[in-house]
Every structure is written in C-alpha cells, then in structure tokens.
C-alpha cells in the first residue's frame, strides 16, 4: 500500500523515500500512515505475502515463509485459545516485522542495519539479514540470554556487541550506531509494526468472534501495533466488531500499567523481570499506545514472577510446548481475568528459551 510516514512527536510528515524509521528534525519515531486499507480481515491468505495490500509498499518483499501461525484451541477453557507465534522461522513473533524492516533497508540501498534487542529481535534481524545479503550488528545487554545469542551465531553473520546496561540503554547505542555510521535502524520501530499487525488479521480471520486478545507488553509494539489496526479497521469500517486487547506486564517490570493506572507520563523502571522478552524499562510505543486504548477500550494486567514459571511449566505438561517466560504471561492473566464466556486469543509470541 502506499504510505506516508509522521512523526509522532513533532507530527512532522515524511514520503515514504525518507530512508529512516526516526524523526530527523526531533529524532521522535514515525508512524506509517495509509489513506485506506482494504478488508484482510475477513479472509486468511494463502500465504503471509497475501497480506500486502495492508502493508506498506516495498520492491524488495521476497516471498519467506513467516506468520499464518496455528490458532490452538486451550484445555483449560473451550474459549481460550492459543496463537503460536514461536511457529515463526526464529521461533518468535519478531520475524513478522523483519521481513518488513529488511525489505525497506534494501529499498533504501542499505548494506548494513543495526538494531538493539533482549534477544529474539537480534535473532530476527540477523536472520533476514543474511538472506538479504545485508551485514547485521546488534546491541544486547551483557545479561542477555545466552541461547538467544548462540542462534545468532549459528545462523548468521552479525556482529554482536554486548552493552553495560539494559534494553534501553542497548537501544540508545544502537540508535547512535545508526546515526554515526550510517547505518538503517532497524527494531521496535514503525516498519515492524506493520509486520506485526498481522497477527491481530490472522486472528480475526481465524475465529470470527473474538472478544478479546491478550499479548505480552515490553517495548510494546506488538501492543501499540495491534490497537493501530484496530484504528484503521474502526476508521474504514465502523460497523466490524472489534476485540477488546487486553496487555500484559510483569508485576517487577510495569511502566506502561503504572501510567496507564496513574494517567500520567511513562517513567523508566529498572527491569528486574526474568521474562527476558520484556524486560524494557520504557517502551518505545508505549506512549502511543496509552493514546489508543482510550479510544479502545484496552487495559493493562500485571503477572507475578512465580505465576509465569507455574505457567510455564503447565504449557509443557499439557501441550508438549516449551515456550518462554514472557509467552505464557497473557496466559496467567487470563486466570486472573473473568473471561470465561467469551472467546478470547492468547498470543503465546516465542519459544527461545
Ligand atoms: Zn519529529
């Protein structure tokens, strides 16, 4: 689709040939803007690449197997379900917008990216990054998961370089990377989030009726990416019926719950969470998002540490599954929430563990 691009700080616009995903007048991050969007929702695709008339226009889209991820019906409830997003290639729902974000970045002529991760972005980009013949260096926290980090090694060639420091500090390197070097920025950025936004089509296409979608927060692009298409679909077609987004915080990482409780800004929080996946002390989106939920309906749960383990251990037993802390999150929020009656999807995004 064509697109547009603002900036959701300084509300300044771009065309889509500005090679960027940050503001160069403030450095805020844009938003991709299209003046329509067509109806996806109803249908599921053949493949991924059927999605394209909501996405945003690229030359370089090469036809990868990512997303159509199974929806599995739960056993602790009729109306729950599950969307396996570690089916993805890298095990995570993070390959959805790197195939997106490596397309732009070889649009633009770009023969290097760098992004900053806890894990499974670094994983991702890397990934598409060597099937695009482009070179990767990623930022990640000295604590970062060492699997994480071995894939990477594994598959591909990108450079790693570890930070003193958390996500966000990783984040603000990687940034700087970009600038100095000249280098495309890639990561929880606006190109991503068009990726990601497919999953919520995939679900509604999957079971037509559901009431609700609990996802995981951390930079909260999926969060933020998923009230985004819910907006475009309100906007386009004012009479669908829209789930409810339900996100999901750990009690020792919660900045966005905190603003969203409080209705003030967000404020950086060390993270102290084990669910690598989101441990981000301010999310990139978060902002965003705190605007869209009005409009919405949305809201924000917290999860406590020994609930993901307890979790985490019953999705292996019941289903043969292993799946990361931060995956089973929206699950142990749903046992606190009285969702029962209505059919409700829990995104369970990665299995890097
Ligand atoms: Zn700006």
Not at 42 to 49: A, C, E, L, T, V
Not at 60 to 66: A, P, T
Not at 265 to 293: C, H, N, S, W
């Amino acid at each position: 689709m064509e697109y547009k691009l603002r900036c959701l700080t300084c509300n300044k616009v771009y065309e889509s040939t500005y090679d960027s995903q940050l503001c160069d007048k403030c450095h805020g991050v844009l938003e991709v803007e299209y003046n329509f969007i067509s109806e996806s929702f109803i249908n599921i695709p053949d493949s991924f690449w059927g999605y394209s008339n909501i996405l945003p226009d690229s030359k370089s889209y090469k036809k990868y197997s990512v997303g159509l991820t199974k929806l599995l019906r739960s056993n602790l409830n009729e109306n729950l379900f599950f969307k396996l997003e570690f089916q993805n290639p890298t095990g995570s729902f993070k390959d959805r917008g790197s195939v997106i974000e490596l397309a732009k970045a070889n649009d633009y002529g770009y023969k290097r990216v760098v992004c900053a991760s806890t894990g499974n972005m670094a994983y991702s980009i890397a990934y598409y990054a060597k099937l695009y013949g482009i070179k990767a260096t990623v930022y990640v926290s000295k604590d970062a998961n060492k699997d994480k980090l071995y894939n990477i090694g594994k598959t591909s060639n990108a450079t790693i370089v570890k930070v003193n420091g958390d996500f966000t500090a990783a984040q603000k390197l990687a940034e700087k990377h970009a600038f100095r070097k000249r280098e495309f920025l890639t990561g929880d950025y606006c190109y991503r989030k068009e990726g990601q936004k497919t999953i919520i089509y995939e679900i509604l296409a999957q079971l037509r009726n559901t009431r609700n979608i609990i996802v995981p927060i951390g930079n909260a692009t999926l969060f933020s990416g998923m009230l985004k298409s819910l907006k475009e679909i309100k906007d386009n077609y004012p009479k669908t019926h829209l789930p409810k987004i339900i996100g999901v915080q750990s009690a020792v990482c919660k900045p966005l719950y905190e603003a969203y409780k409080k209705e003030s800004i967000i404020r950086y929080e060390k993270p102290k969470t084990k669910a690598d996946a989101i441990a981000v002390g301010y999310p990139t989106f978060g902002p965003q998002a705190l605007k869209y939920m009005k409009d919405l309906d949305s809201t924000i749960v917290t999860v406590t540490e020994t609930e993901m383990k307890n979790e985490q251990k019953r999705f292996y037993d019941n289903y043969g599954l292993i799946v990361e802390l931060a995956s089973v999150a929206p699950v142990a929020a749903y046992k606190k929430l009285k969702l029962q009656n209505s059919e409700t999807v829990a995104v369970i995004t990665g299995k890097n563990v």
